[in-house]
């Protein structure tokens, strides 16, 4: 009984209203009178203060005030943050394209038939047996035995070297297509660790490949972009880099130049669009512009 009176007592002292009058010093006048109660106050007090609250963290969520909060992250730190997660996504796939080909290296290796192969491309053991030979007996005519007098008379004046496919290979003497007619900005320079061309060409150039030959790696790397990789007979390899499009994959048989690719902008290692090319021979770079008119 004691605590609801109290309660009461409580509840009446809030709803009392009181008057706040302010007055003119030297006439006594009333030049302001309000009414108030203690609940009022409290309650516009609390809307008011509520409100302010909003409004603050309105303006700290949606505007440049929040880099002033300790501990936020600046636009340059959050811009890099973005560009270290998509540099991690990357090397993961990286990593597991690598994974991937070293575990199809370590399958065949081990006599099994690699992920992702199909059926048509394992060779069945029945097709390996060797069929029955038969002996083939060929009856000689008059007109056969002419044609080859013919020709053995033919081949006495002969006198081109018999030896000649077997020569030595002579790197000068190889017709090399031009990858990209261009502007050269940057050329080979393999003591600063530069080796190869930069070549400026127009936006989407077609890349095209300098020799014929099988195409050992198409990808992505981080450095370089869009990456594309050509094994050339005579020991010859040549890549292109910073592409923006690759037109052929892996194992792809590829001429002349036979396009291969579109210039691009690709990679950390570029200022613009341009192609990066190399030239390889044995295992050492060489100077495409000594072998190469990219005129």
């Not at 009446?12 to 010093?25: A, G, Q, T, V, W």
Request: glycine share 8%; hydrophobic share 40%; no cysteine.
């Amino acid at each position: 009984m004691a605590k609801s009176e109290k309660r009461k007592a409580l509840y009446e002292k809030l709803r009392n209203h009181y008057r706040l009058s302010i007055f003119n010093e030297q006439t006594y006048e009333e030049v302001l009178g309000m009414r108030l109660s203690r609940l009022k106050v409290f309650t516009v007090v609390g809307i008011t203060s509520m409100l302010l609250i909003v409004l603050v963290t309105l303006l700290i969520a949606f505007t440049g005030l929040r880099e002033y909060i300790p501990g936020y992250p600046s636009g340059e730190e959050r811009r890099m943050i973005v560009r270290n997660a998509q540099l991690v996504d990357s090397l993961m796939l990286e990593i597991q394209r690598r994974d991937r080909f070293f575990n199809d290296i370590k399958s065949i290796v081990n006599g099994d038939i690699p992920q992702g192969a199909s059926p048509d491309d394992v060779i069945k053991e029945e097709d390996d047996i060797e069929p029955k030979k038969q002996k083939i007996h060929f009856n000689k005519s008059a007109e056969d035995s002419l044609f080859r007098l013919q020709v053995e008379e033919q081949e006495k004046f002969n006198l081109s070297d018999q030896g000649s496919s077997g020569a030595r290979f002579k790197l000068e003497q190889t017709s090399f297509f031009p990858p990209l007619k261009g502007v050269i900005v940057n050329r080979f320079g393999g003591s600063r660790g530069h080796y190869g061309v930069d070549i400026v060409a127009g936006p989407a150039a077609r890349v095209s490949s300098v020799l014929d030959g099988t195409v050992f790696f198409a990808g992505w790397t981080v450095e370089t972009g869009y990456v594309i990789g050509i094994q050339h007979a005579n020991n010859l390899v040549s890549f292109y880099k910073h592409n923006s499009l690759l037109l052929k994959r892996v194992g792809d048989r590829v001429k002349a130049g036979e396009a291969i690719a579109n210039v691009g902008n690709s990679g950390e290692f570029t200022t613009g669009p341009h192609l990066h090319f190399e030239l390889w021979y044995n295992g050492i770079p060489l100077n495409p512009e000594e072998y190469i008119d990219f005129n």
